[in-house]
């Protein structure tokens, strides 16, 4: 069992930067693949990024590539998301995720573990 607390969500100008940071209760943080989801208004939750557990594989939807950056603190039982250079369309709410099988990890179908979600909006 884990238990997902995500923070650093709010308004940005265009072009700004942001760092979402999730926050994982348990001493089996090591255990799991970690994700990064978001969700627009009246849209589907949408995959962002993901890492493994050692750090050493990540991936990127096609639309944050270049500009977000996932990364995980295992002492720390942390996983974040630096995102620069912000678009108006990377308005969402954005989801932290854990699974132990990291292909869960690229649809928001059967996920184990979310957290409730951070607000983040990007105006033009």
């Known amino acids: 069992q884990v238990q997902l607390v995500e923070s650093g969500g709010g308004l940005v100008q265009a072009g700004g930067s942001l760092k979402l940071s999730c926050a994982a209760s348990?001493?089996?943080?090591?255990?799991?693949?970690m994700g990064w989801f978001r969700q627009a208004p009246g849209k589907e939750r949408d995959f962002v990024a993901r890492?493994?557990?050692?750090?050493?594989?990540?991936n990127y939807a096609d639309s944050v590539k270049g500009r977000f950056t996932i990364s995980r603190d295992n002492g720390k039982n942390t996983v974040y998301l630096q995102m620069n250079d912000l678009k108006p369309e990377d308005t969402a709410v954005y989801y932290c995720?854990?699974?132990?099988?990291?292909?869960?990890?690229?649809?928001?179908?059967?996920?184990?573990?979310w957290g409730q979600g951070t607000q983040v909006t990007v105006s033009s």
């Open positions: 995720a854990a699974d132990p099988v990291l292909s869960r990890l690229t649809t928001a179908r059967g996920i184990n573990y």
């Open positions: 890492i493994t557990p050692n750090g050493g594989f990540k």
């Open positions: 348990g001493r089996t943080f090591t255990t799991y693949h």
